[in-house]
Each structure stands twice: as C-alpha cells, then as structure tokens.
C-alpha cells in the first residue's frame, strides 16, 4: 500500500496499493468495500458520494456502484494530481501535459487552464479563491481560482516534488520531496527553516 485517503465523512477511506488498484474499505470492517483499476490521483467529493480518479483520465465516479457519472475532458495524457474544493463545486487537475486545469464539478466543463508545469500534489484554500501546487523543478505555484493568475512562491531544490498540505487558516504550505519537507507562508514565499518537531499531546498537531 503506497498511499491511503480517507473519506470527508470518517466512515471509509481508500487505499492505493503497488498493484495498481485502488480499493474502497470501512472504518469499521476488514471487509473491501469496491475496487477500481484508476490509480495516479485520487480526491473524494466533500459534498456528495462521488470520487474523482485520475489516469489516463479524468472522471467522477459513484461510489456506490462504480460508474462512471462525468469525464473531464482536456488532459493529454496521465492526470498525475487532484484537488477538490471545499464546497464540492471546483476540482483542480494536473498532467503530464504540463497544464493545470480548473473544471467545474458540476458540468464537466474547463474554467481555466494555466501552462506553468505539470504538478505532482495540489491543494485548494478553504475559501476556493486559491490554490497551491508543488510542481516540477521544484517550485511551488500559487493559482488565483477566480481571476485565472499564477505567481510562484519559490523553489526549494531538495529533490523531486511528491505531494502539498494547507495549514487549517491557510496561512502555510508544507510539501514534500524526495529531498526532505519545507514550509511557506503564502503572503511572502518566505521558507522558515525546520529545526525540529513534536506531536501535541492536546489536539492532533505536528
């Protein structure tokens, strides 16, 4: 198992495994829900029980039953990251390609499409003005999710990039790469440096 997503609801997560299948499980059973054979990115619907895969394709499927219920067409080739925003409205995809692209959930269609770089982790602020992406040559790109602009935050240069987490204000970004982690603050770019880290004993925080 290379990777493991849980579900917005707590109740199943998904789980990516070397054999190139993505599997559906419940929290509370050992018992494999559904399987689906589309595996280099994986984001659920917050909103409704939909899952947004992404292969050689882009598509939204029914969890329940597997079908396929809208295809994102645009993407040349694998879509290697998604993201899907916090409403359930706008999910954002990358690409061997090199094109990162904003679709509307709800008809399939492309609102904007950026030619930066391809990126291998996306993530959409709570408020889906804006996203994050940590793309090739190590930069990490913000999106203007409303106006259709970019501006980058920096490169890091530690290694190949894998994958991009928001903190809860939105006020950082932590990605990572084959070369370690690094943080930004998304007003300014500006990198602190890690020096060390510990869990709370409190509520869940690094």
Not at 1 to 27: M, N
Not at 60 to 81: C, M, N, Y
Not at 182 to 191: D, K, P, S
Request: net charge negative; aromatic share 8%; hydrophobic share 35%.
């Amino acid at each position: 198992v290379v990777q493991i997503v849980p579900h917005p609801s707590g109740e199943h997560f998904l789980s990516h495994s070397a054999d190139g299948s993505t599997r559906l499980w419940s929290v509370h059973s050992d018992e494999e829900r559904n399987r689906f054979n589309l595996q280099d990115s994986t984001v659920f619907s917050p909103t409704k029980d939909r899952l947004y895969l992404g292969n050689n394709a882009l598509v939204e499927l029914d969890i329940a039953t597997s079908q396929v219920t809208r295809k994102f067409v645009g993407h040349e080739g694998p879509v290697w990251a998604t993201a899907v925003s916090a409403d359930g409205q706008t999910l954002l995809s990358s690409g061997f390609d090199g094109t990162i692209r904003l679709w509307e959930t709800a008809s399939g269609l492309e609102v904007f499409r950026w030619d930066d770089r391809p990126c291998r982790g996306l993530a959409i602020l709570s408020d889906g003005a804006a996203a994050v992406g940590h793309c090739e040559s190590n930069t990490l790109l913000m999106f203007d999710l409303v106006q259709g602009g970019s501006r980058s935050l920096g490169t890091s240069g530690q290694g190949d990039p894998y994958g991009v987490a928001l903190s809860p204000g939105g006020q950082f970004a932590i990605a990572s790469e084959t070369g370690g982690t690094f943080i930004v603050e998304l007003a300014t770019g500006h990198q602190p440096p890690i020096r060390g880290a510990q869990i709370s004993a409190g509520p869940p925080r690094v």
